[in-house]
């Protein structure tokens, strides 16, 4: 009598997503501790429109990574992997990650990719991590990526350095305008300008005290949507982080001539009125947060700026969450 065909084992697909998240009240810097903890706290906003999807199956063979479809051995990917892998049971994995933004050209595309994949591996492999776990695990990859594990405003701080929702994304429904300025990986990645600036600044000492008080008086601002506050704190927190970050041997100069012309054009426009305001990560790209009513105003001013090759604008987002466990045979 013939045998019935053997059924393939099922396996399952798991889709996540996350959204880079901009600090208003900037980190810089790590403690002298294994587990990738800041130096200082940071207060963020989560953005929506710039999103990392991140797909999780289970491998053959070892672990395999894809960026954009492109093949990669990525350091930090490992390393995330091996450290989960010493607390919890995970198999070898698949991981296949997109981002609908520039890569590493200081848009935060690692916090949004850490923050999707630690999302995924929890789902996919069945771990059940709250929020709170979940942001440790991605803190460990990707300080800012702990951030992205929440939407709308996120603070971080001590003692346990995960990151908590502040607001929700619908309460202060701010918009940013960001102008891309420059497409192409920056040339001093962010965890080796942190070492680089904590081991040569003058200014290292003087910016650890500082942002503490930046950030309780952030806290504030945000808790009484006091937009000219937070205004004119986040650009002296972006400004103070960009001083720290040339000040460092050898210096470090993420802007471009186009970054600065942003700045400037922000300025103007808030001396002229409108409620915006500008912050810049580690990279040339200018972020200029906004009441949403300006938002058209600020895109059309930024967009006119020689060396702005586009600008996008992107509301409050959620937190990282799993879109879809499919399962295939």
């Not at 939407?151 to 994304?169: I, Q, R, Y």
């Amino acid at each position: 009598m013939p045998q019935a065909p053997v059924q393939a084992k099922a396996t399952t697909t798991t889709v996540a997503e996350a959204h880079p998240n901009i600090a208003l009240v900037k980190y810089w810097g790590k403690q002298n501790r294994p587990g990738n903890y800041p130096a200082t706290p940071s207060l963020s906003i989560t953005l929506d429109t710039l999103t990392t999807r991140t797909e999780v199956n289970d491998a053959t063979g070892g672990d395999e990574f894809f960026l954009d479809d492109e093949p990669k051995n990525d350091n930090k990917v490992s390393a995330c992997l091996a450290a989960l892998r010493t607390r919890y049971d995970i198999p070898p994995l698949c991981i296949r990650s997109a981002n609908n933004f520039p890569t590493a050209a200081g848009l935060a595309s690692s916090a949004s990719g850490f923050a999707a994949l630690v999302c995924a591996i929890d789902a996919h492999c069945e771990l059940n991590l709250s929020k709170a776990e979940l942001s440790a695990n991605a803190r460990q990859a990707s300080g800012s990526a702990a951030r992205s594990i929440f939407g709308g405003f996120v603070a971080m701080s001590e003692p346990d350095w995960t990151a908590t929702e502040l607001l929700g994304p619908d309460v202060w429904p701010l918009t940013t305008v960001i102008a891309i300025t420059a497409t192409q990986a920056k040339l001093t990645p962010s965890s080796e300008g942190m070492r680089i600036s904590a081991a040569t600044s003058p200014f290292y000492p003087a910016w650890i005290t500082s942002t503490e008080e930046d950030f309780r008086q952030g806290i504030a601002h945000v808790m009484s949507q006091d937009f000219a506050s937070l205004a004119e704190l986040a650009e002296h927190s972006c400004l103070k982080m960009h001083g720290l970050m040339m000040s460092s041997q050898p210096g470090l100069v993420y802007w471009n001539a186009a970054t600065l012309e942003c700045i400037q054009v922000v300025r103007t426009l808030r001396a002229d009125g409108l409620p915006v305001f500008f912050t810049v990560d580690a990279g040339p790209q200018v972020k200029a947060v906004c009441q949403p009513e300006v938002a058209t105003i600020v895109a059309k001013a930024l967009a006119a700026i020689p060396g702005v090759l586009r600008t996008m604008a992107a509301r409050l987002g959620d937190g990282a969450r799993v879109l879809a466990q499919v399962a295939e045979r």
